[in-house]
């Protein structure tokens, strides 16, 4: 399959403070790219879709302002929470949908990143 | 009604055993299907795809696809103690790039 990584895999921040996660494509090209959010023993909760180019497209309730997207190129979407609280600590993944290949059609996850805000 | 549905479990199973997790799904315009395998505290892991109807088989896993009784399952053989994670089920439906995922099942396999 396809790889997807992100970094940093674990941060801890204080309350106010801004956190960027980058998340690449490292063996193919991706222009569209996915956020996730899943609190401890919940189910995935798909954040926006982030499109190579364009504005990202966001899911009902996530504030466009709080979670800024970019993806400026084929293989790196980044994530930043902006002035982040603790109820925004949670686990963060992003994943990448492969267009061409063996792995067409699949979407592949990043392994996370563990926002923890003081 | 939610558009993929999971038994949460957790599912039991003997080592050795077969594990058989189901899903079923509302967009009757979905054509493809996946399921993921997540273990606690860990990022969800591609197991098997599938777009046709009938079965699809991948060493020890085998996903079956109904597409007129909305229903897609993944069946686990000789089920190992490794394999106790979470099993997603998640379908992409007509003509978005959007997965749409359950709520997962939980298997757990004793020795």
């Known amino acids: 399959g396809a790889v997807v990584s992100q970094h940093p895999s674990r941060v801890i921040c204080k309350s106010g403070t801004s956190v960027k996660i980058e998340c690449r494509s490292l063996?193919?090209?991706?222009?569209?790219m996915f956020w996730y959010r899943q609190f401890p023993k919940q189910s995935l909760m798909l954040m926006a879709t982030?499109?190579?180019?364009?504005?990202?497209?966001?899911e009902q309730g996530v504030e466009k302002d709080k979670f800024l997207i970019n993806h400026a190129s084929l293989t790196l979407s980044t994530l930043t929470v902006t002035s982040a609280h603790p109820e925004d600590s949670s686990f963060y993944i992003c994943?990448?949908?492969?267009?061409?290949?063996?792995?067409?059609?699949?979407?592949?996850f990043g392994p996370g990143t563990r926002l923890t805000v003081l | 009604q939610k558009e993929v549905e999971q038994n949460s479990g957790p599912l039991s199973v003997p080592e050795g055993a077969i594990a058989s997790l189901n899903c079923t799904y509302s967009?009757?315009?979905?054509?493809?299907f996946f399921w993921y395998r997540q273990y606690s505290g860990k990022s969800p892991e591609l197991i098997m795809s599938?777009?046709?109807?009938g079965d699809k088989e991948d060493g020890r896993f085998t996903a079956q696809l109904n597409k007129a009784s909305q229903y897609v399952s993944l069946l686990i053989r000789d089920s190992q103690p490794s394999d106790s994670a979470t099993y997603l089920c998640?379908?992409?439906?007509?003509?978005?790039?959007?997965?749409?995922f359950g709520t997962g099942t939980r298997l757990q396999v004793f020795p």
């Open positions: 994943s990448a949908r492969v267009l061409a290949g063996a792995s067409y059609n699949e979407q592949f």
């Open positions: 063996d193919f090209q991706a222009t569209t």
């Open positions: 982030s499109n190579e180019g364009s504005k990202a497209t966001y």
């Open positions: 967009d009757r315009g979905s054509q493809s």
């Open positions: 599938i777009y046709s109807n």
């Open positions: 998640a379908v992409r439906p007509y003509n978005t790039d959007k997965l749409i």
